[in-house]
C-alpha cells in the first residue's frame, strides 16, 4: 500500500530517469539548451537591418531589441539558479527552455515593434531559468572527477563559441530564409530537447529556500529605467522630461534593491561578495568590457551591412576573425595563468581591447572592411579573450566552495546588464552625433539629392544614400568614443585594484573538486 507521504516524496525527491546512464545525450540536452541561450544574444544581431526595415524600428529603438534580452536575462539570472535549488533542477530547467521556445515562436511572429520586444524580454526570462540551471545539471547528472570534468569543458566551449556561432548562423538564417528563422530556429530545437530530457537527466533533490522577488523586481525595472532614460536621451534629447523620470525613478528602484538586499534572509544578490577588492574589480572589468563589446557589435553590424553593403552572410562571415582572435587569447591565459598570475593577463587585455576600440573610433564612410575594420577588431578580440578566462578565475578564487555559483553567476549578471548599459551610453552619444551630422549634411542634401530621396527623408527623417552612410558613420565613431572610456575604467582597475596572487589561484585549483551549483 502506497502511503500519501510516499506519494509525495516520490513527487518531490530525486527520481532516476529511465535511462541515466546515457550521459553522453544528457550532456548533448545540457550543451544545446546553453548554445540556444548564448547564441541568441547574438544572433540577432546580424538580422537587425532586416528587422528594422520590416517592423519600421528607429536607430535608437532597435536598441531594444538587443537590451530587452540582456537586461530580462541578466536581472534574473540569480533568481534562475535559486528556482533551479528549491524546485527541482530539471523540473526548472525544463520550464525554462518551454518559456523560451514560446517565445521565440511570438518574436517570429511579430508584426508590430512592440510584439518583438514582448517577445525578447521573455526570451530572457526563459534564459535565465534555463541557464543558470543547465550549468548546475552538470554536477548532478557527472559524477565528480575526470568525466565531470570533460562535461565542463564541453559546457565551457560552447559558451564561449556560442556568440560566434550565433553571428554566422544569424547571417545564413537572414538571407537563405528571412529574419523572423533566427527566432523560429529555436523552436524546433527547443521541442527536441524537452522530449528528450525526461529520458535521460535526473531530477535533483530539492534544497529548502526563499525567493527573492522584490530583489529580482527591483533590479531589473531599475536597470530598465536606465537604460531607457539613456536611450530616450539619445532619441529626444538630454531636456527630455520623460527621460528624467526614467533616471529618478532607477535611482530610487536600485536605492530600494540595495536596501532590500542589505537586510534580506535570502537576498539574490550577496553583498559581501563585493568586499574582496579582486572581485569587486573583477566584476567592475567584466562589466565596463562587456559594455563596450555589445555596442562594438551592434553599431559594426549596422556599419558593414548599411555602409559598406554586407549582406547579412557577408556581416557574419565578417566577425569570425574576432571569435579566432578571442580563441587564441583565451588559449594563452589558460596556458601562462599559472606561471604569471592573472594580473598580466587582466593589464594587456585591457590595453590591447582599449587600442582596438580606440582604433576603430577612426571608422568613417569612405572606409572598407580590410582597411577600417579587420584590424580594430582582431585586436579588440584578443584583448578580450586574454580576460575571459583570467576574470572567471578570479572571480571564484578566495571563495567557500558552498558560494562559488553565486560569486561566478555575479560575473554572468555583470556581463548581461553591462552590456545593456553599454549600448544605452553608446546610443546615446550615437543619437547626438548624427544628429549634429544630420544637420551639417542636410543643405548638401536637399541642393543634391533626387526629390524622391527627399521625400523618402520627410516621411522617415532618415537620410538615404551616402548622406545616409556619412551619418551613421559619425555617429557610429562618436559612440565608440563612450566605449574606448569605458575600457579606460577596465585598465585603471586592472592597474590599481586587482592585488590576486598566482598562489591564490593555486588553491582554487587545488579545491575544484566541487563545481558551482
Known amino acids: 500500500m502506497v502511503t500519501t507521504s510516499q506519494v509525495l516524496k516520490d513527487r518531490t525527491g530525486p527520481r532516476p530517469a529511465p535511462r541515466a546512464d546515457k550521459r553522453g545525450i544528457a550532456l548533448v540536452l545540457i550543451a544545446a539548451c546553453q548554445l540556444m541561450v548564448v547564441l541568441d544574444a547574438t544572433i540577432v544581431n546580424i538580422a537587425l537591418p532586416h528587422i528594422q526595415t520590416a517592423l519600421d524600428f528607429s536607430t535608437t529603438g532597435l536598441t531594444w531589441v538587443v537590451s530587452a534580452y540582456t537586461l530580462a536575462f541578466g536581472g534574473l539570472l540569480l533568481l534562475g539558479g535559486r528556482a533551479g535549488d528549491i524546485l527541482g533542477r530539471r523540473r526548472v ?4 527552455i518551454s518559456l523560451f521556445i514560446l517565445a521565440s515562436l511570438l518574436g517570429g511572429l511579430a508584426q508590430e515593434p512592440w510584439q518583438l520586444l514582448a517577445a525578447r524580454v521573455l ?3 526563459g534564459g535565465a531559468i534555463a541557464s543558470p540551471t543547465s550549468l548546475a545539471l552538470v554536477t548532478t547528472t557527472f559524477p565528480e572527477g575526470p568525466e565531470r570534468n570533460r562535461a565542463f569543458g564541453v559546457f565551457a566551449a560552447v559558451s564561449a563559441g556560442g556568440g560566434a556561432v550565433g553571428l554566422l548562423a544569424g547571417g545564413l538564417l537572414t538571407d537563405l530564409l528571412n529574419w523572423r528563422w533566427v527566432l523560429f530556429v529555436n523552436v524546433p530545437i527547443g521541442l527536441l530537447i524537452v522530449a528528450l530530457v525526461p529520458l535521460y537527466i535526473n531530477e535533483s533533490e530539492r534544497h529548502p529556500g526563499r525567493f527573492d522577488i522584490l530583489g529580482a523586481v527591483t533590479s531589473t525595472l531599475g536597470m530598465a529605467s536606465l537604460v531607457y532614460g539613456f536611450i530616450r536621451a539619445a532619441d529626444k534629447g538630454w531636456d527630455d522630461a520623460r527621460a528624467m523620470l526614467c533616471f529618478v525613478l532607477a535611482a530610487l528602484l536600485l536605492t530600494a534593491f540595495l536596501v532590500l538586499e542589505r537586510f534580506a534572509r535570502d537576498p539574490i544578490t550577496p553583498l559581501r561578495m563585493f568586499r574582496d577588492r579582486n572581485r569587486a574589480g573583477t566584476y567592475v572589468i567584466m562589466t565596463t568590457l562587456a559594455a563596450a563589446m555589445f555596442g562594438m557589435f551592434f553599431y559594426i553590424v549596422l556599419f558593414v551591412q ?4 554586407y549582406s547579412a552572410k557577408e556581416a557574419g562571415v565578417a566577425f569570425l576573425p574576432v571569435t579566432v582572435a578571442i580563441a587564441v587569447g583565451a588559449g594563452l591565459s589558460q596556458r601562462f595563468l599559472p606561471v604569471l598570475g592573472p594580473k598580466p593577463f587582466m593589464v594587456t587585455g585591457t590595453l590591447a581591447a582599449g587600442a582596438g576600440m580606440l582604433w576603430l573610433t577612426q571608422i568613417d564612410s569612405g572606409s572598407g572592411y580590410a582597411s577600417g575594420v579587420l584590424g580594430p577588431i582582431v585586436v579588440f578580440g584578443f584583448g ?4 575571459f578566462v583570467t576574470l572567471t578565475l578570479t ?6 566552495q558552498h558560494e562559488a555559483g553565486a560569486a561566478s553567476a555575479l560575473l554572468n549578471v555583470s556581463q548581461q546588464v553591462g552590456g545593456s548599459i553599454g549600448l544605452a551610453l553608446l546610443t546615446t552619444a ?3 552625433a548624427s544628429r549634429e551630422e544630420a544637420r551639417a549634411q542636410l543643405p548638401d542634401f536637399m541642393a543634391h539629392a533626387p526629390e524622391k530621396m527627399q521625400a523618402v527623408f520627410a516621411r522617415t527623417h532618415q537620410m538615404p544614400g551616402k548622406w ?3 551619418v551613421l558613420a559619425a555617429g557610429i565613431s562618436h559612440g565608440l568614443m563612450v566605449a574606448v572610456w569605458m575600457i579606460s575604467v577596465a585598465v585603471v582597475t586592472a592597474l590599481f585594484v586587482i592585488q590576486v596572487r598566482k598562489s591564490d589561484l593555486e588553491a582554487l585549483s587545488g579545491n575544484s573538486g566541487g563545481a558551482p551549483h
Open 384 to 387: 578580450m579573450g586574454l580576460n
Open 306 to 309: 548599411n555602409v559598406l553593403g
Open 93 to 96: 530547467f525544463v520550464l525554462g
Open 468 to 470: 545616409g552612410g556619412e
Open 123 to 125: 526570451q530572457g526570462v
Open 430 to 432: 550615437f543619437g547626438s
Open 395 to 400: 572571480a571564484v578564487s578566495g571563495v567557500p
